[in-house]
């Protein structure tokens, strides 16, 4: 499947449209997988880049675009988006190989605000493929790892084989004890062979030992995850203003204009997909009525 050059004349909004290269393809789980790609033209590479939780409009001609959050390291090539096989344009991309050619606009979205949790815990929870959008801040907070006081990632699936990055996440598991991360695993469904903790990913928020006066929160995952979380917080005491979460709504244009991803009075894709307790609280409080 190839992209043509129009695909950079064709780009709408402020973000232009690029050409990227897929070099390599990691297989996450059943239904998903990360695509890792790369610009091919110097100029894109020099002006490309992104803030962790921004999420590109991913283009294959002939099928669509998609909107995908960024789930490698902010400033680095190649890009990492995990896509779940979901759909017609998702779908699509199993039949990518190395060598394809994609759209890609972006960056978008309001990011994670990662300064707020300097000199403080950061805590990052995520449920099933919501760890997609948080495993930059987690890549950026281990790099500027001084600026923290303690880095905590609650991670929580339906079953061992739904979670992504297992690899990964055991390597950081195994890096608690140096004080680097510590990492809290979490099953839905377990098998015989699951080593880490079973239940939701809020019984994980005890054995974490929050400091709510030193705790900012960034949470993702389903709706109805990311809502029992923040009752969890709140029970903890962690402030409203400290606790933020991205959403991954339906979103088509990229810039507030279709309507798809309208949250209330806002939109995913021009006033997210990260927003704070303030931005959402009135909704969520319409939901438990």
């Given at each position: 499947?190839?992209?043509?050059?129009?695909?950079?004349?064709?780009?709408?909004?402020?973000?232009?449209?690029?050409?990227?290269?897929?070099?390599?393809?990691?297989?996450?789980?059943?239904?998903?997988?990360?695509?890792?790609?790369?610009?091919?033209?110097?100029r894109d590479r020099d002006e490309y880049w992104f803030r962790p939780g921004q999420f590109n409009m991913l283009y294959l001609f002939g099928v669509g675009e998609v909107p995908i959050s960024v789930s490698s390291a902010p400033h680095c090539f190649p890009l990492g988006h995990t896509i779940r096989w979901t759909g017609r344009v998702t779908d699509a991309f199993a039949a990518l190989k190395p060598g394809d050619e994609v759209g890609v606009r972006g960056p978008f979205g309001r990011p994670w605000p990662v300064s707020l949790a300097h000199d403080g815990d950061l805590l990052v929870v995520a449920g099933g493929l919501g760890l997609a959008p948080v495993r930059s801040v987690i890549y950026r907070a281990i790099a500027r790892r001084e600026r923290f006081e303690r880095i905590i990632l609650l991670v929580g699936a339906r079953g061992p084989e739904h979670m992504l990055y297992r690899r990964e996440l055991e390597t950081w598991v195994g890096w608690e004890s140096d004080a680097m991360i510590e990492t809290h695993l979490t099953v839905d469904v377990p098998d015989d062979s699951w080593p880490y903790s079973?239940?939701?990913?809020?019984?994980?928020?005890?054995?974490?030992?929050?400091?709510?006066?030193?705790?900012?929160?960034?949470?993702?995952?389903?709706?109805?995850?990311?809502?029992?979380?923040?009752?969890?917080?709140?029970?903890r005491g962690v402030p409203g203003s400290s606790r933020y979460y991205s959403f991954e709504r339906n979103m088509h244009c990229a810039e507030g204009l279709c309507g798809h991803c309208q949250l209330g009075p806002k939109f995913v894709c021009a006033d997210g997909p990260v927003f704070g307790y303030e931005d959402i609280a009135d909704l969520w409080k319409v939901s438990e009525l």
């Amino acid at each position: 499947m190839t992209v043509i050059s129009e695909a950079r004349r064709s780009g709408r909004g402020v973000a232009p449209a690029r050409i990227a290269v897929v070099e390599g393809i990691v297989q996450e789980t059943p239904d998903t997988a990360t695509y890792w790609m790369s610009f091919p033209d110097p100029r894109d590479r020099d002006e490309y880049w992104f803030r962790p939780g921004q999420f590109n409009m991913l283009y294959l001609f002939g099928v669509g675009e998609v909107p995908i959050s960024v789930s490698s390291a902010p400033h680095c090539f190649p890009l990492g988006h995990t896509i779940r096989w979901t759909g017609r344009v998702t779908d699509a991309f199993a039949a990518l190989k190395p060598g394809d050619e994609v759209g890609v606009r972006g960056p978008f979205g309001r990011p994670w605000p990662v300064s707020l949790a300097h000199d403080g815990d950061l805590l990052v929870v995520a449920g099933g493929l919501g760890l997609a959008p948080v495993r930059s801040v987690i890549y950026r907070a281990i790099a500027r790892r001084e600026r923290f006081e303690r880095i905590i990632l609650l991670v929580g699936a339906r079953g061992p084989e739904h979670m992504l990055y297992r690899r990964e996440l055991e390597t950081w598991v195994g890096w608690e004890s140096d004080a680097m991360i510590e990492t809290h695993l979490t099953v839905d469904v377990p098998d015989d062979s699951w080593p880490y903790s079973e239940g939701v990913v809020t019984e994980l928020l005890d054995r974490a030992r929050i400091r709510p006066e030193r705790t900012t929160a960034f949470v993702c995952g389903p709706e109805i995850m990311m809502h029992a979380v923040d009752l969890a917080l709140d029970d903890r005491g962690v402030p409203g203003s400290s606790r933020y979460y991205s959403f991954e709504r339906n979103m088509h244009c990229a810039e507030g204009l279709c309507g798809h991803c309208q949250l209330g009075p806002k939109f995913v894709c021009a006033d997210g997909p990260v927003f704070g307790y303030e931005d959402i609280a009135d909704l969520w409080k319409v939901s438990e009525l």
